[in-house]
Nanobody, 126 residues
Framework: QLQLVESGGGLVQPGGTLRLSCAVS????????IGWFRQAPGKEREGISC????????VYDDSVKGRFTISRDNAKSLVFLQMDSLKPEDSALYYC???????????????????WGQGTQVTVSS
């Protein structure tokens, strides 16, 4: 059983930056891939980035590629999502989640993620 807690959300102007953190606890957490998902009101949840257990592989949705960077610090049990050049359409509730599996299309497979956090709100507005 893993527990995930997101933090770092808030209100930011377009073009601004935020760094989200996901604190993960539980046995063998460092053997799990960690992904970030988001859901805006009235829209479906979408996977935006995932990092393998070792941190050696990452994947991004096209909507955030080149603007967002995922990383992990296994020693501190933290996963980060650095978000640059934020746009109003990035506004959503952001979740981190853990999956035992990692594959190139993992962002399209939310059912493979067994553990989820409660989310942190990101609002991009002037």
């Amino acid at each position: 059983q893993l527990q995930l807690v997101e933090s770092g959300g808030g209100l930011v102007q377009p073009g601004g930056t935020l760094r989200l953190s996901c604190a993960v606890s539980g046995v063998n957490w460092d053997k799990y891939a960690i992904g970030w998902f988001r859901q805006a009101p009235g829209k479906e949840r979408e996977g935006i980035s995932c990092i393998s257990s070792s941190g050696g592989s990452t994947v991004y949705d096209d909507s955030v590629k080149g603007r967002f960077t995922i990383s992990r610090d296994n020693a501190k049990s933290l996963v980060f999502l650095q978000m640059d050049s934020l746009k109003p359409e990035d506004s959503a509730l952001y979740y981190c989640a853990a999956s035992w599996f990692y594959m190139s299309n993992i962002l399209k497979r939310p059912d493979d993620f067994d553990f989820w956090g409660q989310g942190t709100q990101v609002t991009v507005s002037s």
